[in-house]
Structures are given as C-alpha cells and as structure tokens.
C-alpha cells in the first residue's frame, strides 16, 4: 500500500482565504518530504520541500508543516488564487523513490 | 517552463506499432526517471537511470524498454502496446541516483493513446 497519504481528496476555497491541504504518512523512518502542484496538461512541479530535522518551512505564499509525531504533514497556500487550482501531491523521498499521496484537487472559488 | 523537456506531447499508436518518447534536461543531473500516470492518479514508477545506468526496473513489461543515450537524455521505446498503457508520461530528473533529500524535477508528460 501507499505509506504517503492525503486526508481528503477534494478541497474548494474561496479567492483570497487561506488553504490548508493534508497529508498522513506511515514510515516513521522517512526524513524528507516534498509537495507538488500538478496542473491540468502539466506534470508535477516543485512548491516546497522539508527534512525531517525541521517541523515548518515557508516559501512564497507557501509553509509546510511537519508533525514526526503524529506523521502528518500540511501544506498551506495563503491567499489563494485562481492559478493555485491544481492537485496537490505529497511525496516522500525515500533513497531512488517517490512515493506520492492520493493528491487533493483544490478549486478555488471566485 | 520546466527544465525537463519532453517529446511528443501527445501520441497515438496502433497496437502493433514502435515508437519512442524522449526526454532531456540540461540541468546536469545525473539521475533520470519514467513514471505513468492514469487520469486522476498519483504517477506510479517505472524505471530509473542513474549515472546512464538502469537502477531500477519497477517490474515493467518488457513492450516498456527504456534508454539513456547520455547523461541529458532518457528515451522509452514502446512496442505492442495495450490499451491499458495508454496514459500520461512522465520523465523526471534529480542531481544524482541517490536521491535522498533531492527533489525530482518532471518534465510536462506525453499523453499516449493505444487504439
């Protein structure tokens, strides 16, 4: 089965709320992990990564949250905008593989 | 634009046709990577090259077989094809074949259709 997972598989937001998408993985053992936003007719393209040494990272109107804890980890898009419509992967990095969630497909509403 | 260009972007191919999808990036990495993808799905492994040498072979049927050139270019030439192959895709690059703690860069994917 997958070890990398998301919560929910849908996500509609109203432009300029913030979003939040999450993410559940099973390997503990995991040290890093990366977001992708999949646009329709594109391949997957880097947003943000994050080590497992780190529980919060931000980019350009993006923060990933890492909880070892609980194994979960978030994406959050603050004021979203139409281009930020796209399904969103995580993905753990382990040695040559990516393991990808389920994705969540994020529509935002004008 | 993505840094890892893929040709062609779409295909159809009858099942008992051969073609080849090609892929290149100019960033230096020296790892490269095949996935598929199906509509609504994660892409899912298929081969990966590391130093032009294949490292992993994620038991792909062998109407898949891939081939790295040199260290900027990944070809995977398709023969007797299903239906079912028909799918996005997708080659992807990272600085070197261990990629721990290095994000895989993709390219936009071919769209291969079998009829």
């Known amino acids: 089965g997958e070890s990398v997972g998301l919560h929910l598989p849908t996500l509609s937001v109203q432009e300029g709320d913030n979003s939040i998408i999450n993410c559940a993985y099973s390997?503990?053992?995991?040290?890093?992990f990366i977001w992708y936003k999949q646009e329709s007719g594109k391949g997957p393209q880097f947003i943000i990564d994050?080590?497992?040494?780190?529980d919060k990272r931000q980019g350009q109107r993006v923060t990933v949250l890492l909880n070892k804890t609980v194994k979960h980890l978030s994406l959050q898009i603050a004021a979203t905008q139409p281009g930020d419509s796209a399904v969103y992967f995580c993905?753990?990095?382990?040695?040559?593989?990516?393991?990808f969630g389920a994705g969540t497909t994020v529509t935002v509403r004008a | 634009d993505t840094e890892v260009t893929q040709t062609p972007k779409h295909l159809v191919m009858g099942m008992t046709n051969k073609k080849s999808l090609k892929c290149e990036q100019h960033?230096?990495?020296?790892?490269m990577y095949w996935y598929k993808q199906k509509a609504k799905k994660p892409p899912e492994l298929m081969f990966v090259?590391?130093?032009?040498?294949?490292?992993i072979n994620e038991s792909v049927p062998s109407r898949f077989s891939p081939e790295c050139p040199n260290s900027s270019l990944l070809n995977l030439h398709l023969h007797a094809l299903q239906p079912e192959d028909s799918a996005l895709y997708l080659c992807?690059?990272?600085?070197?074949?261990?990629?721990?703690?290095?994000?895989?860069?993709f390219g936009d994917g071919t769209r291969l259709s079998i009829l």
């Open positions: 992807a690059s990272s600085l070197t074949g261990t990629t721990r703690n290095q994000p895989q860069h």
């Open positions: 090259y590391s130093y032009e040498k294949l490292s």
């Open positions: 960033m230096g990495h020296r790892a």
């Open positions: 993905a753990e990095n382990n040695d040559y593989k990516l393991s």
């Open positions: 390997n503990s053992a995991s040290d890093y």
């Open positions: 994050i080590r497992s040494n780190m």
